[in-house]
C-alpha cells in the first residue's frame, strides 16, 4: 500500500505550497489629546496669542508705560471672557482684589518711577491670582491665612506647566460631534517653517537686487526686526503658559493630588514658652537698659555727643531685620505649637503677644526716628520707601496680633487689603515727585540747611518741572545752577539733537518727533515739554559755563584754546574730518606736539563732550590713569595723536608703538590725572 511522502514543512509531496506576501504595515494609530479644543478654544488660542506678543512688545518696548497698560488690561479682559462660563460670581475680597489691580494700571500712564512700577507689576500679578482663585473656587487653603501663598504658587506656575502636555497638543485637535479630527493647518505650519530657510537666501538676493524692494522691508520689517524677535522670544512663552492655564481652568483638568499632611501632634507648649519666653526675656533687658535713649526719638531729645544724623540712622535698619524676624518666629512657633481645640495654649498666645508688641514698638521708634533724619537732611527714595514698607509690617503684626485671641479673623485678606491700599496710595503720589517737592520747598523755607540737588537729579521724570523751577530761581554761577544745568543739558539730548552753528556761533536745538503712544506718560510728557520749551535758555547757561571753563584753562596754562585751526590748519582738519558731526559738539584742544617712535612730527588733540560726568571707573593706559571726565564720545578716550597724515586714537597710538605715556604725561593737566593709590 502506498504512503503520501511529506514535505519537511508539513505540506503533502504530491501539493504545491501556498506563498501569500505580508499585510502591508498599518501606520501607527496618531495619539489624541484626552480633551481636544473647540470652538471657543480656537479663537482663545488666535487672540491671546496676538495679544502675548503684543503685550510683550508694548511693555519692552513702551518702558513700562501706557503700552503695558493696554496689553494687561487685554489679556485681563480676554481671559475673563474665555472663562465667563466657568467662573462663579467673586465674593466682595476677590472683586476688591481685581479692582486693585485694574485701578493700579493708572500708575504706568501717570508717573515715571521705575522702582514704584516695578512693585506695581509684582502687586497687580498676586492681586490678579487672588481674585482668579476666589472665583475659580479651586483653592485647597483658607484664603485667609499663610497658606493662601501655596495656592498662588500653584495658580501661577504649577497648573500651567502641569497643564502643557493636554492644553498645548488640544490646539491641532478639534472636536466635530462624538468624532475628534486633526485641524489643517497643520500642514500650512509645517510649509511656513520650511520655507523660513529659504527665505533667508531669497530676501538678501532681492534685496541686492531692486532698490525699491530694499526701501520697502527696511522701513517695514528690517528696521524691527530686532524688536520683533525679542517680542516672539517673550511673547510666545507667555502665550504657552497663559494658554495652558486658563486652557486647564475652563476643561477643569485633574490637578496632582494634594499630599495628605502628616499625621502630627505638635510641639508641646513647655518648649514653645520655653523659646518665646527666652527671647522676651532679652526684649524686657533691652527695654530696661535702653529705656530713656530708645523713646526719646518721640520727643526729639538727642542722646549726648550725638548728632542727628548718627542718632536716627542708627539702629534703624537693624530695627526692620528685628521686627521681620519676630513675624517669622512667631509665626512658625504658633504653626508648630500644639493645638487645644485648634488653638494653640493660651500661655503661648501671651508670649507670642508680647513678642508683636514689642515689635510695633520697634517699629513706631524706627518710624520716629526717620521722620527725624527727614525734618533735618529731606527725603530719599530709600528714606520713603522703607518708612513706607515700615507703616506695612506694622499693619501685619497688629492684624497677627488680632488673629492670635480670634481665630475667625482672616488677617492675610486683611493685610492684603491694607498692604494694597498703601501700594495705591503711594503709587498715586508718586515717591519721586513728593521727594522734589518737599526737599524743595523745605530748603526754600529754611526747614533743610543743604539741599541735596544731586540726589533730585536721579530721580524720574516727575522730579523734572520742580528741578526746572528751581534751576530758574537759582543765580548764575550758584553751584545748583551749574549742577542743574548740565542736568537739563543731558535732559535736551534725550529729547533731540544739540548741534553748533557755525554761522551763529553758539548751540542750537532740534527736538525730536514725540514719542509713539506706547510710551505715553503724563510725567515724561511733562518733563519734556518744561525741557524743551526752555531749550533756548539752557544752552544759553551751558555757553557761560563752557566759556568760563575755558577762561580757567587759558589762565591756568596759558594753552592755545578756542580755536585749533590757528595752531596747525593741516592736522586739525584731519582730525575735524575723522570725528565727523561730534567735532562741532566737542571742545578741542591741542595738547601740544610729539615725536613719534617712527620720527614723524605729531600734534596731541583732547577733544570731550563739555557735559562730561566722572563715575567710578578709572581707564587705565599703560603705567597712565586717566579720570572718566576726560572720557569722550563716540570714541572710547577723547585723545588723539595726529600727524600730517593719519589720526589716531591715544590707544591705537600706545598699542603700535608710536607714542609712550612719559611723551605725553607732561602735557596733560593734573586734573585729569588720577592717582591709583598703594595697595
Known sequence: MEQNQTHPTGTPSHEQPVYTSPAPPQPPAQKKPTVPSDRRDSILAAVLLALSLLFANFSLYGGFRLGYAIGFLAVLVCGAVYLSRRLRRPTLYGAFCLTAAVAALGIFLWHADGAIRFFAVCGMTLLSALALLDAS???????????????????????????LGKAIPAIFWVKKGDAVEKRRFGGALLGLLCALPVLLVVVPLLLEADAAFEGL????????????????????????????????LRHDLPERPAAQPAQRHGVSAMAINAFLGTISAVYVLYLFSQLAYFFSAFSGILPKDYTVAQ????????????????????????????????????????????????????????????????????????????????????????????????????????????????????????????????????YEQGQIEELDVGHLTELSEGAVPYLVELWEKSPSGEDHHHTLTNYLWEQLEEYGHIDWDKE??????????????????????????????????????????????????????????????????????????????????????????????????????????????????????????????????????????VTDEQVYTVEEAHTYGLVATNDIRYMLPGEMLYEVPYV
Open 137 to 163: 473656587g479651586i483653592a485647597r487653603r483658607d484664603g485667609g491665612t499663610i497658606a493662601v501663598v501655596a495656592d498662588i504658587a500653584r495658580l501661577l506656575f504649577g497648573r500651567p506647566f502641569a497643564h
Open 504 to 641: 551763529t556761533d553758539a548751540y542750537f536745538f532740534t527736538p525730536d518727533p514725540a514719542e509713539d503712544f506706547r510710551k505715553f506718560n503724563i510725567d515724561c510728557l511733562q518733563a519734556r515739554r518744561a525741557v524743551v520749551e526752555r531749550a533756548d535758555a539752557i544752552l544759553a547757561a551751558m555757553q557761560y559755563y563752557i566759556d568760563q571753563d575755558q577762561n580757567d584753562h587759558d589762565d591756568y596754562d596759558n594753552r592755545p584754546a578756542g580755536n585749533p585751526d590757528a595752531v596747525h590748519p593741516l592736522r586739525n582738519g584731519l582730525l575735524a574730518d575723522y570725528m565727523g558731526d561730534y567735532y562741532e559738539s566737542h571742545l578741542v584742544e591741542r595738547l601740544g606736539d610729539v615725536v613719534l617712535s617712527t620720527g614723524e612730527e605729531a600734534s596731541f588733540y583732547h577733544a570731550y563732550h563739555p557735559n562730561a560726568f566722572a563715575d567710578h571707573v578709572v581707564y587705565e593706559l599703560g603705567d597712565l590713569y586717566l579720570i572718566p571726565h576726560w572720557v569722550s564720545k563716540p570714541y572710547e578716550l577723547g585723545l588723539y595723536v
Open 217 to 248: 522691508l527696511e522701513h517695514t520689517i528690517l528696521d524691527n526686526l530686532g524688536e520683533i524677535f525679542v517680542s516672539v522670544q517673550v511673547g510666545v512663552p507667555l502665550f504657552i503658559l497663559l494658554f495652558s492655564l486658563l486652557f486647564g
Open 311 to 442: 542718632y536716627a540712622r542708627r539702629g534703624f535698619f537693624e530695627m526692620c531685620a528685628i521686627c521681620a524676624i519676630n513675624l517669622l518666629m512667631v509665626a512658625v512657633c504658633l504653626g508648630l505649637s500644639r493645638k487645644q481645640e485648634g488653638k494653640a495654649p493660651l500661655s503661648t498666645r501671651l508670649v507670642a503677644l508680647f513678642v508683636l508688641l514689642f515689635s510695633l514698638g520697634l517699629v513706631a521708634t524706627a518710624l520716629s526716628k526717620m521722620v527725624l533724619y527727614i525734618g533735618s537732611f529731606g527725603m530719599t527714595r530709600l528714606r520713603v520707601l522703607t518708612g513706607v514698607f515700615m507703616v506695612m509690617l506694622a499693619a501685619v503684626l497688629l492684624f497677627v496680633a488680632i488673629r492670635l485671641f480670634w481665630m475667625r479673623f482672616s488677617y492675610m485678606r486683611a493685610a492684603v487689603v491694607a498692604i494694597a491700599v498703601i501700594g495705591l496710595a503711594v503709587g498715586y503720589v508718586d515717591v519721586d515727585t513728593f521727594i522734589a517737592r518737599y526737599n524743595i520747598h523745605a
